[in-house]
């Protein structure tokens, strides 16, 4: 089992703009070996891309691409969009500083966020749908009917609930006295 500070992250030696520029040519160089960009000179741009990322970096990317995974996904909803698994607070924070590069801890794919990256990926994030209206109106109404059922007084069901527990009590007095 691998260490947990040896996947969460790999020390690179870049600042903020080389990250954020690093992370940008990760995701171009899969989107093109992906064939989900087509570009013209395909070939010669993923080797001048290929020379401008770490060779750690890509080794580590290149054994997941092997495996027939992408090497980088984008997290959503806090979570990897490779496996789906929830993320640390921490590792989001990290990506959020965009100072050093991260893993999923479960998938082991690179991460980014594509609003700190200004990347979109190739599959459009899901639209997030706003709340309905209605449905406050629902419970509102509902709420409402039953203030007026409990103002009109006990449903004849209530009190035969309550007699039939004192019934239940009665016995259990009745037999310790007697």
Known sequence: ????SETAMIPVDVGVNSMKELLQNLVRLQGLELEEIREKNAAAVIAELRTK???QILGHYDRLMARGKKGIVPVRGQACSGCHMRL???VISELMKAEDIQLCDTCGRYLYLEEVIGVASAAPA???EPAAPTKGGHRKKAAATTKKAESAGPAPGGTH???ARKRRAAPKSGSSAG
């Open 161 to 163: 609930k309550k007699v």
């Open 126 to 128: 899901p639209a997030a």
């Open 53 to 55: 990322i770490p060779p």
């Open 88 to 90: 640390p607070i921490g």
């Open 1 to 4: 089992m691998a260490k947990r």
